[in-house]
């Protein structure tokens, strides 16, 4: 198994600031991903992080809004930017691991609530 | 496009029933993996079970077993004897295996209540 760490664990933010995630993993891994669920909500992928080269963002996510950093094979920020009530959500970092296919393995989430 | 579909949105058992978690899959790969994991109300993601799409043996881990029949394209989970502490959200999930780093599609979850 892979052990995730992500902080804050929590947050209460002000609408129009921005917040920044970290998330640690405890060995090297290619990808890291990065989801939403928003309240009620299944799990949505923002963007795939590869160590040295840009995010791909999925449908509906732009780099402005949600800019990722990926500096070494074990950690990545995401940064929710210009926070919204909307914006309030569960994000989650993931990476695989396992060979042949996936094994896929989650933080344990930073639960963010914009006022 | 791959897509997971669990119809049941809650769902509400008396301690020490059975209960199934349907989960229906599409996909056009012929390789690929299904999951499930278990979301407590404290948020974590907990990885139950990862099934290869050419094991279409059926698993058991306890009071855990899961069904998957591909020619129906199913991936149900069945729950003996539940206890309240299997009450949580539950989300079944497909990926394609390119190489082994690929985000996961997950359905919309099953909220299962279980009351002592």
């Known amino acids: 198994s892979a052990v995730i760490s992500q902080k804050p664990s929590r947050d209460i933010c002000q609408r129009g600031t921005s917040l920044t995630i970290q998330c640690q993993v405890d060995?090297?891994?290619?990808?890291m991903f990065w989801y939403r669920q928003q309240p009620g909500q299944s799990l949505t992928l923002i963007a795939t992080?590869?160590?040295?080269?840009?995010?791909?963002?999925e449908s509906g996510f732009v780099i402005d809004k949600f800019p990722i950093s990926r500096p070494n094979l074990t950690f990545s920020t995401l940064t929710v930017s210009n926070m919204s009530p909307e914006d309030s959500s569960i994000y989650l970092c993931?990476?695989?691991?396992?060979?042949?296919?996936?094994?896929?393995?989650f933080g344990p989430g930073t639960r963010l609530t914009v006022l | 496009a791959q897509k997971v579909t669990q119809a049941q949105t809650e769902i509400s058992v008396v301690e020490k029933e059975d209960v199934t978690l349907d989960c229906v899959y599409e996909?056009?790969?012929?390789?690929?993996?299904l999951f499930w994991y278990k979301q407590p109300p404290s948020g974590e993601l907990v990885f139950l079970i990862r099934?290869?799409?050419?094991?279409?043996q059926n698993e058991i881990s306890g009071r855990y077993s899961w069904n998957f029949q591909k020619s129906t394209s199913s991936f149900n989970f069945t729950i003996t004897a539940s206890q309240v502490v299997d009450s949580a959200v539950y989300f079944c999930?497909?990926?394609?295996?390119?190489?082994?780093?690929?985000?996961?599609?997950f359905g919309k979850g099953t909220r299962l209540s279980v009351i002592a």
């Open positions: 060995s090297q891994v290619t990808m």
């Open positions: 999930a497909l990926s394609d295996p390119q190489g082994g780093n690929t985000p996961l599609v």
């Open positions: 992080a590869n160590q040295g080269s840009e995010a791909t963002y």
């Open positions: 099934r290869n799409s050419f094991d279409e």
């Open positions: 993931s990476v695989t691991r396992g060979s042949g296919g996936n094994e896929q393995f």
């Open positions: 996909t056009r790969d012929t390789t690929y993996y």
